[in-house]
């Protein structure tokens, strides 16, 4: 039996992880869990899997949890400490989704106690991921990809040799203006950016996934998770989401994974690698059904902030640490409706631009590029 703990377990990934717990209760129990501010949603995870130790996103929610009645006794907390702790608590499995440079702590946290971490929290390798990797090293601690294209590339690599790899081939949607011109994107809503096409997604990341900030995000974390220099990862759009991605070897071979856009075939394998489970509820693919995949080549002209990702990851250092950031704030305040779709790629531009690297930072240095950015942007929403 696997004790897991999972952090966001009310986002869009939580909820998903709890369903493949719910289809192996032989296999998984939830030991431990956080949750920001959906206090029913949590009650109703606490009350079917009963975990000893909840971590709520605010003394505000932990006070609203508090005053409800529970059939069994567990410990609660509220507020960044709590976090960590839920990420360690009486586990030996982290699923981490939560969303946002929150995850970071908690992640390395997991590590120095030698809990294998399943990280769905991309902008945890994006923001700094050379800390993340580096403890992961020095504890021999596994990191196991979640996001579906590294969860394919992960696949394709099982049993290959890491020399062998030519390239890495991410796949992407598109996210939802992929029909639209760059000069169709002025007067886009809020409402029709959260129509995914593919996938149903938190608010954050369908955001990226239209801007393709997202993508961007996932080269950063294949070059990571990989360690596979930039130039040798491209991005395919592939409007379909059926090939996840695929990597080619030296000798010309392609192998690709494929399967129905479901999360919850990768949140699986990442929580039974090497191994695999039967998972019934998801649907199995016929191509005959989907009839055609299509491809094209990702213009970085029309999607800039695929391009302020790459040119990010290859100077390194904070750099990747102010796109988060920026991304993370501009992100938000399109959401609240205060700015307009393309001004998020202004907003983190102007971050970029003013923006001196430091190389080779520590936590401390991440902690307050990442803090003195948001400051920024803020000033510019001001
Ligand atoms: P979501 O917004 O649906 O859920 C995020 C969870 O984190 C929620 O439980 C929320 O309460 C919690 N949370 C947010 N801020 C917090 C804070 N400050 N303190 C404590 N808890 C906090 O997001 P999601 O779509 O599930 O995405 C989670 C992560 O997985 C993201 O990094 C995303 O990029 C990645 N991811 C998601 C998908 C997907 O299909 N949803 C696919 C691939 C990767
Ligand atoms: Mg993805």
Redesign the pocket.
Known sequence: MKKISIL???????IQTLDVLRCHPDQFQLVSM?????VEQAVKIINEFKPEYVAA?SKEAYDILSSNVFSHSFSVGYGEEA?AEAAVYKADFLVN????S?GLVPTLKAIEEKIPVAL????TLVTAGHIVKEHAKRYNVPLLP???EHSAIFQCLHGEQPKTIERLIITASGGSFREKKREELEGVTVKEALNHPN?S?????TIDSATMMNKGFEVIEAHWLFDIPYDKIEVLLHKESIIHSMVEFKDRSILAQLGSPD?RVPIQYALTYPDRLSLPSVKSLNLWEVGQLNFKKADEKRYRCLQFAFESGKIGGTMPTVLNAANEMAVEAFLNGRISFLQIEELIESSLNRHQAIARPNLQDIQEVDKETRAFVQSLLA
């Open positions: 966001g377990a009310t986002g869009s990934i939580g956080s949750f920001g501010s959906n996103g976090l989704a939560l969303v946002g929150v769905a929290n991309k902008e979640v996001d579906s996938w997604m938190g608010a954050k990341i999360m």
